[in-house]
């Protein structure tokens, strides 16, 4: 490390607590919150002991994971996340907090909030937007954890940028075959004879004018879960297709109405799976079968 002219030495972090840990306020700090929850009193904590774990959780920006995958993993997360709130500002009518999820380190069950707007941990509480609610639910069918190699907390280039979400975890564009090829549906019913019982599917909302996504949503069975920006809770909601459809195209003052729908299909063995660029594309064909609702 070069010293800088002006600056004392003490002004230099040393990687520690200060240059003497045991007077700062930091250790000081860090060994009240220790005596009060009954923790080994300590001057330095590792990434998972229990007294950053405490910190955490103390601080609510932490969400705990069944570790199950599939449907029943989504529904575990859907509880676990019931009273968190929807992120301010990410609904494009105001500042926007920016938050972002992380593994925890040493943790396969654990996840962390972050705001990414200042980079660093700031105190909860916990807030969820459409698109960080659909990137962990995705990872949460696919792999029961965020630690996998195809999550990625990083969503700067989802949504109106361009990049679809559910790409990253092997899903497919859904290609209608029997319609010219087109990848737009409209309607529930449209949505519903071609989506296939026992398989997850990405929805992307798009303005009618701006073509630009501008919701992300997941569906299994005819049942959609998303995360809205409602003045309560919970944030999550659990609708059927058709009151999905009826809800994106006559909230938000209507910039939905005309608009349409991507469909990404979750991947299977046999799938006619295609990569065109950054995306996977697959022809369908509309089903005979009848999607349930809740399974």
């Given at each position: 490390?070069?010293?800088?002219?002006?600056?004392?030495?003490?002004?230099?972090?040393?990687g520690k607590w200060g240059?003497?840990?045991?007077?700062?306020?930091?250790?000081?700090?860090?060994?009240?919150?220790?005596?009060?929850?009954?923790?080994?009193?300590?001057?330095?904590?590792?990434?998972?002991?229990?007294?950053v774990l405490g910190l955490?959780?103390?601080?609510?920006?932490?969400?705990?994971?069944?570790?199950?995958?599939?449907?029943?993993?989504?529904?575990?997360?859907?509880?676990?996340?019931?009273?968190?709130?929807?992120?301010?500002?990410?609904?494009?009518?105001?500042?926007?907090?920016?938050?972002?999820?992380?593994?925890?380190?040493?943790?396969?069950?654990?996840?962390?909030?972050?705001?990414?707007?200042?980079?660093?941990?700031?105190?909860?509480?916990?807030?969820?937007?459409?698109?960080?609610?659909?990137?962990?639910?995705?990872?949460?069918?696919?792999h029961g954890n965020v630690?996998?190699?195809?999550?990625?907390?990083?969503?700067?280039?989802?949504?109106?940028?361009?990049?679809?979400?559910?790409?990253?975890?092997?899903?497919?564009?859904?290609?209608?075959?029997?319609?010219?090829?087109?990848?737009?549906?409209?309607?529930?019913?449209?949505?519903?004879?071609?989506?296939?019982?026992?398989?997850?599917?990405?929805?992307?909302?798009?303005?009618?004018?701006?073509?630009?996504?501008?919701?992300?949503?997941?569906?299994?069975?005819?049942?959609?879960?998303?995360?809205?920006?409602?003045?309560?809770?919970?944030?999550?909601?659990?609708?059927?297709?058709?009151?999905?459809?009826?809800?994106?195209?006559?909230?938000?003052?209507?910039?939905?109405?005309?608009?349409?729908?991507?469909?990404?299909?979750?991947?299977?063995?046999?799938?006619?799976?295609?990569?065109?660029?950054?995306?996977?594309?697959?022809?369908?064909?509309?089903?005979?079968?009848?999607?349930?609702?809740?399974?």
């Amino acid at each position: 490390m070069q010293t800088v002219p002006g600056i004392e030495k003490l002004a230099w972090a040393d990687g520690k607590w200060g240059l003497e840990p045991a007077k700062s306020d930091t250790t000081k700090a860090l060994h009240t919150f220790q005596k009060t929850a009954g923790l080994p009193i300590t001057d330095q904590v590792a990434p998972n002991d229990a007294t950053v774990l405490g910190l955490a959780d103390a601080a609510d920006i932490l969400i705990e994971l069944s570790l199950r995958d599939g449907i029943n993993g989504i529904r575990d997360f859907n509880d676990e996340v019931s009273d968190v709130q929807y992120e301010p500002g990410a609904d494009g009518n105001g500042p926007c907090a920016q938050c972002s999820f992380w593994a925890l380190q040493g943790t396969t069950n654990l996840i962390v909030q972050m705001q990414t707007l200042h980079n660093d941990i700031q105190p909860g509480p916990l807030y969820l937007n459409c698109t960080t609610y659909a990137n962990l639910a995705l990872s949460i069918y696919m792999h029961g954890n965020v630690t996998n190699n195809q999550f990625n907390a990083d969503l700067k280039c989802i949504g109106d940028c361009g990049e679809h979400l559910a790409v990253r975890y092997g899903f497919a564009i859904m290609d209608r075959s029997d319609v010219d090829g087109t990848s737009v549906f409209r309607t529930a019913d449209d949505i519903e004879s071609y989506a296939k019982p026992d398989r997850l599917y990405s929805i992307e909302c798009a303005h009618a004018l701006k073509g630009a996504v501008g919701h992300e949503a997941i569906m299994y069975n005819g049942t959609v879960y998303h995360s809205w920006p409602m003045r309560q809770n919970p944030t999550v909601l659990e609708q059927s297709i058709n009151e999905f459809v009826q809800w994106v195209k006559t909230k938000d003052k209507g910039i939905h109405a005309n608009g349409y729908f991507y469909m990404l299909q979750e991947p299977r063995m046999g799938d006619p799976i295609t990569r065109s660029g950054l995306d996977l594309r697959v022809n369908v064909e509309a089903s005979s079968a009848v999607l349930s609702g809740k399974d």
